[in-house]
């Protein structure tokens, strides 16, 4: 990426659409932009923050080709830190395709996917755990995702990780004191003679143990829940989807395995993303493509963060059924068919449910609800928000961090030298760094910004 280019990319989804927005950033922007605008002037001569009105034109032929508004923005106050001006143009793809070919005319290069970010993040304009939360917020498909992005963005788990590494370095500091004027301060004993700095050590830990086991959630909410159906044959499991998904959309008959191959669809349910998932019901099966779908639906259930495990009431629990939820134990029990009058009272710990008819259904939303908070780390996702990270990369330095300075509590226990200690402590403060961006390679850079949208 070469920072002397001008750039240029549609920051909006490509197709037809009310507007479409070109953004271009970098050197000479907004004077490469004059050159193909009618009020050139204007624009050149617009503050920061101002829009002016006119039409993009193609310079060679003087062609008007979209009547837009450009916003202008000044270094340092851009996103980019850079010169930029975005086109408000109408949201065609022959416009977009036509003024990005102009624009790339002019000397603008069009921009690789995350570039835009990565200028903002080389300019200190944003940290790296900002810049990717800002590719969250892009990719959050429900409230809970949404809201747990805008408080990363916010800056609360980049100050998170900030006060820890300042702490640590303070630590090291103290240390590097210790081990330079020994005598003076501790007559050369071991950090087990500072109970206060062990304490501190302690603290920092415990910081980062929470936040790399706030993951999961985080992960849950930003992702998305993988909701998975299952049960025997005829149990009602498509009756049961459809009536979620308000649609017929899987084919429900009294033929038992009538559902061979399994079928998702997203739903929202009180802020939370769930990946629904109906499966082949479990049995015996007769062939082998009804096989197929039954160790499909066996790998489903293992991988899902909820099941909903349904019984036919009327025929009551089998062996199959048991030996099923011996294993998945935490699965929600739904008795069906209690609309039919030869179907029983369901026994304790299970729901009473009529796939057919919807009744049950507010009780058991209410208690995929109760799951999704267990799992979620607490709270409903309209709740105000605890520290929740969603990306690999943090938590993975995380971990690292946290090996780093469980390394350096056994030293201190066990005696070891001040120095060895110290050794730990700086390596898990480089891992906080790297979190942050203050200690990276161009390598792992290009890493993270390819995976934002184009046009971020
Ligand atoms: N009366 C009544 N019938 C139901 C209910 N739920 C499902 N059924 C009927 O039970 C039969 C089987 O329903 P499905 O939803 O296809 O069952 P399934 O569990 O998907 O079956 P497979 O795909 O074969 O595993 C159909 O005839 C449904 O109309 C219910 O709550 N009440
Ligand atoms: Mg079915």
Known sequence: MDREQPITALATAPGRSALAVIRCSGPKTIELCAQCFSSGEALVSAPGYSMVHGWLKDP????????????????????????????YCHGSSAVVARALAVLEQQGFSPALPGEFSFRAFINGKTDLVKAEAINELAGANCEAARRDALDRLSGTLSKAYKDLRDELLNLLAELDARLDYPADEVGGEGLEAESGLLARLESCQDRVRSLSQGYSAGKLRQEGALVVVAGRPNAGKSSLFNLIVREERAIVSPEPGTTRDWLEVWVELSGYALRLVDTAGLRQALGEIEAEGVRRSLDLSARADIVLYMVDGRKGLSKEDEAYLERYSYAIKLWNKIDLEECPEPPAGWLGLSAKKGAGLPELEAAVLGRLAMLSGGGAASQKETLRLANARQKTLL???????DSAQSAAARGLPLDALALDIREAADYLGQISG?????????RIFGTFCLGK
């Open 60 to 87: 060679r032929n003087g062609e008007n080709i979209d009547e837009v508004l450009a916003a202008v923005f000044r270094t340092p106050r851009s996103f980019t830190g850079e010169d930029s001006v975005e086109f």
């Open 399 to 405: 971990d690292h961090c946290l090996t780093a300075l």
């Open 438 to 446: 203050e200690i990276t390679s161009e390598e792992v850079f290009d």
